[in-house]
Nanobody, 126 residues
Framework: QVQLVESGGRSVQAGDSLRLSCVLS????????VGWFRQAPGKEREFVAT???????FHHASVRGRFAISRDNGKDTAYLQMTTLKPQDTAVYYC????????????????????WGQGTQVTVSS
């Protein structure tokens, strides 16, 4: 059974940086597309970034240039490097994984992801 565990979330000040980590167990990490999503209080879950098995990336326009998704297949871990954080980035951040045969495939559509972590809280104060 595939499990995802996020870590790295905490309270920071606006302008600070954070790196979130997502470790996958119970599967072959290199077989999975990984996505990061977030959900702020009272709002719908929204897409943040995704990375294909071949490490092609796609970021939501609201974080492009500030956030960067990456992966280390040797460590079964995906990362979300977040810089220049803003109060509107405050949310619970979730990683998700989808096993896929195409190494270049990625998606920003949450329902396609079969596996989800429990989330890590990021709070940005002004």
């Amino acid at each position: 059974q595939v499990q995802l565990v996020e870590s790295g979330g905490r309270s920071v000040q606006a302008g600070d940086s954070l790196r979130l980590s997502c470790v996958l167990s119970g599967g072959i990490f290199s077989d999975y597309v990984v996505g990061w999503f977030r959900q702020a209080p009272g709002k719908e879950r929204e897409f943040v970034a995704t990375i294909s098995r071949a490490s092609t990336t796609f970021h939501h326009a609201s974080v492009r240039g500030r956030f960067a998704i990456s992966r280390d297949n040797g460590k079964d871990t995906a990362y979300l490097q977040m810089t220049t954080l803003k109060p509107q980035d405050t949310a619970v951040y979730y990683c998700a994984a989808l096993e896929h045969v195409d190494p270049n495939y990625y998606t920003d559509f949450g329902p396609y992801y079969r596996n989800w972590g429990q989330g890590t809280q990021v709070t940005v104060s002004s």
